[in-house]
């Protein structure tokens, strides 16, 4: 890997995202990020590696539960119901 080369990746990466909330999101303040965010969850994580282990680095470790990331009727009942009860954060927790 040529020095610099994860780093000019990720700063590309970081660019596009901000490029899509701000496309995607009529107004992108921190509540909207957070429930764009929380809606996109699953999207995201059959996206990520286990062997990142990002959960670690979020003191979140379903992150990298391989049955976090299935899809299917039940999984996806069990997925709403994560959703639903995920964003009942009351709006003083959101900065």
Known sequence: M???E???????AA???VNIINEDLAKPDGK????YFTEQRNN???HLPGA??????LNDTTLDDRTNKMS???SGIMHSIEKTF???DTDSNVK
């Open 52 to 57: 990142i282990e990002i959960g670690d680095s």
């Open 44 to 46: 995201i994580l059959r």
């Open 32 to 35: 909207n990020i957070k429930k």
């Open 86 to 88: 995920a964003s009942t």
């Open 72 to 74: 299917g009727p039940v």
């Open 2 to 4: 040529i020095p610099g």
């Open 15 to 17: 660019k596009n995202i």
């Open 6 to 12: 994860a780093e000019t990746k990720m700063q590309r």
